[in-house]
């Protein structure tokens, strides 16, 4: 589908090759989304507008990253933005290693039940670059290939990353429930 | 049950990722799952690693808005195409007021040159006529002598003071008139 959405871009022709691309990135986009935001109704609203943004963008896309890849880091960059805007406080940036608090935060709870609050609770701890690919990960049903190909990175890099955050997510959780206990 | 003699989690736990996440080959699933059974240090880490994979897949899932969702991306596009097009359109006319604005200047500012240069041409010719009217004093002075006597001597003066008046006044006029639009 990437193949024709690009053929469409290559004539000209910007609202076919939109059509094709909101269906084929719309649950994903929206999950990644939610995933970063934490707040179901502001993540739709933050999609649809992630939607206008590329559709704006589309014109200019230049074909040197994957489709996809540019989809998610336009997304990554509203959520981003939006965070920021509710806590600007809060660095943005942080990569593994480090240490202090969390790199971002959810705008608000969401009213999700008790275990998908916790493991979300706890997938904001990771370094950022753990979390984003556990993120796509999901997003990408559990494909390693695909979020390689996504942030285009080897596969072997994002199947080390999901280890080290898998182990430190089982860690985190456990210290959480020691903490509730 | 045989428990496993007790062992420190490290050397197990890449391959139990690597059993959850189906990198294992059959033989090391085989091998894994065969030690499961008989070490609980490996047994609560797989199902807390499992947990997590199915938390995580519920949180990251979530019902798909379909259509709906498309068809509000599509209305907030024309929406902003529709702002789009009349920022568009502002920005032309505002434009060509621009554009306006600067003939209308240029043209102000070459008027009142015009004006300046049409003012020194009417003092010129007031001083040119005041000469003249001096020298026709002169050259039919004889005949105008008894004029003069008349106005006792001031004569002259007069008529090129008059004639320097009048031409002045043609001048500026003429000048105004052309600022106004009106020549």
């Keep these: 589908m990437d193949d024709a959405i690009r053929a469409a ?26 995933g970063m935001l934490r707040d179901r109704t ?11 943004r590329i559709w704006r963008a589309l014109p200019g896309f230049a074909g040197r ?38 790199a971002f935060e959810p705008v608000a709870p969401d009213q999700d039940d ?25 997003v990408e049903d559990r494909s390693v290939e695909q979020t390689a190909a996504v942030l285009d990175a080897p596969v072997g890099t994002v199947k080390a990353l999901l280890h080290r955050a898998r182990k430190r ?9 020691e903490v509730n206990a | 049950m045989k428990e496993s003699r007790p062992h420190a989690l490290d ?41 997590i994979d199915r938390d995580l897949h519920a949180a990251m899932a979530g019902e798909s808005p379909g259509r709906a969702f498309d068809r509000a991306v599509l209305e907030r596009i024309a929406v902003f195409e529709r702002g789009f097009d009349a920022r568009a359109a502002q920005d032309r006319i505002a434009s060509m007021r621009r554009a306006e604005m600067a003939a209308l200047e240029s043209l102000r500012r070459r008027v009142r040159l015009d004006v300046v240069l049409d003012m020194f041409g009417a003092i ?15 050259t039919f002075g004889a005949g105008i002598d008894a004029i ?15 004639t320097a008046v009048i031409a002045l006044l043609v001048g500026t006029g003429y000048a105004v008139g052309r600022e106004r639009g009106l020549l």
Aim: proline share 3%; with cysteine.
């Design chain 2, 124 to 138: 010129g010719a007031a001083a040119v006529t005041g000469l003249i009217g001096l020298q026709m004093a002169g």
């Design chain 1, 9 to 34: 871009l290559a004539r000209g022709e910007h609202r076919e090759a939109f059509e094709m691309l909101l269906p084929l990135y719309r649950d994903r986009v929206l999950r990644l989304v939610r």
């Design chain 1, 42 to 52: 502001l993540a739709e609203d933050v999609a649809q507008d992630i939607f206008l």
């Design chain 1, 65 to 102: 990253a994957s489709l996809g890849t540019w989809v998610y880091a336009i997304a990554r960059n509203a959520c981003l933005s939006e965070l920021r805007k509710r806590r600007p406080e809060i660095s943005l940036e942080r990569n593994e290693g480090d240490s202090a608090g969390p």
């Design chain 2, 11 to 51: 050397a197990w736990d890449d391959r139990l990722v690597a059993f959850l996440d189906g990198s294992a080959s059959n033989a090391e699933r085989a091998a894994i799952e065969a030690h499961a059974v008989d070490c609980p240090i490996c047994r609560r880490r797989l199902a807390a690693l499992r947990t």
């Design chain 1, 114 to 138: 008790t275990a998908t609050r916790s493991v979300l609770d706890v997938l904001d701890r990771l370094p950022a670059r753990q979390r984003e690919v556990v993120l796509l990960y999901y």
């Design chain 2, 148 to 162: 003069r006597d008349a106005a006792g001597g001031a004569l002259p003066t007069v008529l090129a003071a008059g």
């Design chain 1, 169 to 177: 997510l089982v860690q985190l959780v456990d210290e959480s429930a």
